[in-house]
């Protein structure tokens, strides 16, 4: 499963120079675990993150225009940092596997003089085959819509080309100039279609592929449709479908499935899947001291949320990055342990994914090491501040004296006040 080891946001909202990880101008920093828990008090630059997150996702899904004006967004000028005439910038580092060479994608958004927000700067690099030092070729570059890419899976290597140390093109590969037509569109969102730029393609797949949730208990009452989906969608509109989809492609493994949540879920003690009239697959509760079932529908939002998490991590083909913000609210304070402890195990899985969490409950944090952990605040000058737990002077020593981290926020070992 491919991972991001870090991520550069510049000129985002109050993050104005945020950095989360390890990245090609961050070097010296860890690269980013498996279970990534961002914390921090109200108006700290939390949603802020997953939503800057979400924005990459939406300009290779739509185009920078239409991310920038999504609602919430309110365009280009409000997203930007107030105060600034740069750029939007990204700097993502990802490896595909454990063992893979990383790859860095660099992105620069602005206005132009009608303004309207387009790329001005994209860029893909990787080091070669045995390059150990030095900085990493570029096979995507493209400055205000111009540049080039090299096709095939291994580019160029060093020692063929003209000048000392130049790049030249393996057999089966080629620099090809680039021109984009519409500087709204992303440069691997066109080549990232063509089977030739096997690494852009792998590095388009990974970013659309992540997904954050932002699950709406209300939506997930209402009965959909008959039918059937392969994902969980980000508000957990279509619990029914996924259910559906779960149960079609492994009816065995499903039951299994129910049986394991059920026991995960207070006062349950059996859930039962029946298929109605129109064909639509609802689930029946058996819960302690009521007689009769009941459905999804009648569930509590706490409950309910609980439910959908835990159906999430039982995606057979999961996503390879998933942010979730506070997953905490609606949950009774004794089940955020055992919540955080499910998502540890379920991003330490072999073909698990990479997970992202913003939460301000303590009790969720208990559960967390120092590794996995960084506090967000707001400086003076009102930017967000990043550091991590495992930095902090003492958090170390005093978690490994069994200490839990909730109880470090709480008191105040992190420097940033009680949650």
Known sequence: MAILEGIQIQNYRALQRFTLGKTLYEREQDALPRLVTVIGANGSGKSSLLDALGFLGDCLAEGVEAACDKPHRGGFERMRTQG???????????????????????????CDARGRAQVVYERLRQRRKGQAYGQPYSFLELTNGQGYAWSGTEGFEQGTGTGKGAPAAMEGS????IKMKDRQVLGIATLGTLANHDRVVAFRDFLSGWYL???VPELARSPSQAGADPHLDRRGENLSRYLQYVERANPEGFRQMLSRIAEKVPGIIDITPKTERDRRLVLEFSAKGFPDPFYQQDMSDGTLKMLAYLLLMEDPSPAPLIGIEEPDNGLHHQLLATLAQEFKEYASKARGPQILITTHAPNFVDALTPEEVWILD??????????????????????????????????????????
């Open 84 to 110: 600034s005439a740069e750029a939007v910038k990204f700097e993502v580092r990802y490896k595909e596997t454990p063992i893979a060479r990383p790859i860095s994608y660099s992105l620069q958004i602005a």
């Open 174 to 177: 080629e620099r090809v100039p």
């Open 213 to 215: 949730s932002c699950f």
């Open 378 to 419: 707001k400086g003076s000058d009102g930017f967000s501040r990043l550091s991590r737990a495992a930095d902090l002077k003492g958090v170390r020593e005093m978690f490994a004296e069994g200490i839990p981290m909730g109880s470090l926020w709480y008191s105040n070992h992190f420097g940033i006040g009680n949650p």
